[in-house]
DNA sequence: CACTGTACTGGAACGGATTCCAGTACGAGA
DNA sequence: TCTCGTACTGGAATCCGTTCCAGTACAGTG
């Protein structure tokens, strides 16, 4: 806190107070905002028309490309736009068409990086195919993502791209069931809907690698500390590893699903390191997961890989220097983005829903070692 | 690469193919889409007003809570709404009151951590208010800014806020004079023109705190690696420096603008180590920057803060964890976007545009220290 | 009882474009 | 020369609410 916020005003633009007469063609007496709409007075194709001397229809017709129109006709048009600078107003295209070229994004938070990097590949395709996003963000309240998927639906969006922050939710469910707009999940699995399309990753495939990484090893104890359990990130990680140790007999898995939060990344740490069979490699679920058990680990001062091993899910840019260097099981989400984007599209483009599984890869790190000797001293006890 | 991307259609719902007698009302012949408004034949206020035996205004002024209604008219006008489960078309009334209830957001990258914060503030405000957020990303191309600035304008949002790309590009400035809504810049400083509210940082502030600090340690080289020379950032970032080290002659800075990119981290640190009195400490402009310093730093095994100390700007989460701890200049993000959409949501009330200057604050951290007493090697000359 | 005011309601214009339909004009073929 | 087709153009309906204006009915007052 070094320095108070201020509040200043700027001195108005205007010099001249009041006095100097406005240039203003006949400006209504008093009447302060009487008329809500025309707020600039900008030229309509009506006075395009009147301008160029024809119809309102032609003049549609000519910037709409439309076939039936003569090279005269053409030009006196265009002449009457440049000369009004007309910009035709897409509210009432809008209207009309019954078309907003607007999608809407519902997520969790757009702060979390994953999701801002998959909104920004999925805002750029978009725009490039003349579409606008609108974006709200359900702060991981679960009820927020039904009332947006409404909101947007009043909205009049033409589609709809949903990282929900819970996929079991009843009012979701229904919002969705009432929405006449495509949609594609983001990373999500409805398992009782066959309308939406979906982008999903292959957690399963990241996870099994990992695992086999850490047997290799020598690890016989694993724990992923994961985040939500009604999302399917989630879900494919539980089930991956759990599949990966039955490979491995000899090897014990424990799972914490929680949420994707620091506060339940370091309670879950703390709750294993306490356990009778603390884990020697532990999988964190996420960045702020991460950012917990690390916490939690630096707070024992347990020390990374020699008491512990550690891989993490989804890349952040800084973990590369991350001492020791982070094992991870990144993805591309960016391309998550812009293949919801292009599913969606393809939507519109009148083809059936579809599912894309983009993949997911390990990459080993300093972060992972042989275990120790002995299991990590259960440091920590309560008293 | 450990899955092939795989593309598969889902089984589409409808289980019967085109046999069953469609309950669909009187459906037209063939017509593929013949009448394109219209999607799923929702009931408009028409219908309500039909049902309710009563005239649009009537159902209109129930809507809207006019006080000119009687109890018998709501009521009746109520029953309509619900049997016929009316909800009224946005685009309508957004061209008849010709405001959107919407805001653009123009930003460099959304996948940027501080400008994701920001943004979310805002939204999170904005919604509150009403609002709905459309996000553009400029992908730092000043152009583009320009681009997207005309484009919300199309969009007739009612108001905007704008991370700009570049202060100084003309077709921006432009684009600007031609808006009639109002906007908020964030961090963001047009020298040329008033109209526009904003939210500013007080980099100064936080510049000089960590100046200080260095300066207590015996650092008498310090290094600014500094982002793009077209935004207030910079701009600020450099003058305080210059300004913190003319009280302490003894002190020589050095200043790289560049971008805000890993590439002119990276850049700018190797010239800086390569000339010919390399500095004793480092302040990074960004987080980009960071990651690019950080990976020359490594690189040539410089290290931190045994031969070098090292300050950043803008936390990032995982930075508290990084070895040494990072001594960071910080700031609240999330704050900047909330204040961000107060300043508009004033304008939207009338108010005059407005300028806030919210403080940043210097943390100390282990990546600074007393530096060497000998200048760290000047290794790594190009042959 | 007549008059004025109040409380409410209906009708219609309006916002700004799209698009169907009907028409005009002109060239070509019979 | 008449007819038909083609190429183009204008008019009007439409999308769906909002809001101004005029009007009705009834209560209150002189």
């Keep these: 806190m070094s320095t108070e916020p201020t509040r200043r005003g700027r001195k108005a633009a205007k010099t001249s107070p009041a006095a100097s007469a406005a240039p203003a063609p006949a400006a209504a007496p008093v009447a302060p905002s009487r008329p809500p709409a025309a707020i600039a007075d900008r030229a309509g194709m009506r ?5 160029a001397g024809v119809a309102m229809s032609s003049v549609s017709r ?29 509210l009432a295209q809008m209207l009309r068409k019954g078309a907003t070229q607007t999608i809407g994004f519902v997520v969790g938070d757009i702060s979390n990086p994953l999701l801002a990097q998959i909104a920004l590949g999925a805002e750029v395709a978009l725009r490039a195919a003349g579409y606008a996003m609108l974006l709200t963000n359900s702060v991981n ?7 947006h998927i409404r909101l947007l639906q009043q909205r009049r969006v033409d589609g709809l791209l949903l990282s929900l922050s819970d996929e079991t939710n009843d009012q979701t469910i229904e919002a969705l069931s009432a929405t006449p707009t495509p949609s594609v999940l983001i990373d999500r699995d409805l398992r009782t809907r066959t309308e939406e399309s979906a982008v999903l990753s292959d957690h399963a495939a990241g996870i099994t690698q990992a695992v086999e990484h850490l047997v290799g090893l020598g690890h016989r104890r694993i724990a992923l500390i994961a985040g939500s359990p009604h999302v399917r990130p989630t879900r494919e990680r539980i089930n991956a590893l759990e599949e990966a140790v039955e490979a491995h007999p000899e090897v014990h898995a424990q799972v914490r699903p929680g949420a994707f939060t620091e506060v339940h990344g370091g309670a879950a740490t703390r709750e294993l390191l306490d356990g009778r069979r603390p884990p020697t490699a532990i999988i964190a679920g996420g960045n702020q997961i991460l ?41 591309d989400p960016y391309e998550m983005g812009a293949e919801a984007a292009a599913l969606l599209l393809a939507r519109f483009g009148g083809a059936e829903p579809g599912v894309i599984t983009l993949p997911t890869s390990f990459t080993g790190g300093r972060s992972c070692a ?13 008293p």
């Design 62 to 90: 000519v910037l709409s490309g439309h076939p039936d129109v003569s090279a005269a006709m053409r030009s006196r048009v265009m002449a009457a736009v440049e000369e009004l600078g007309y910009e035709p107003n897409m």
């Design 47 to 51: 006075q395009v028309a009147d301008r």
């Design 141 to 147: 309240q679960p009820n927020l993502d039904a009332t």
């Design 370 to 382: 042989a275990p120790p000797r002995t299991a990590p001293p259960a440091q920590g006890e309560r």
């Design 291 to 331: 950012v917990g058990v690390l916490g939690e680990l630096a707070a024992r001062q347990v020390r990374i890989p020699d008491d512990i091993s550690l891989v993490t899910c989804d890349d952040v840019p800084l973990a590369k220097f991350f001492t020791p260097t982070l094992a991870t099981i990144g993805r």
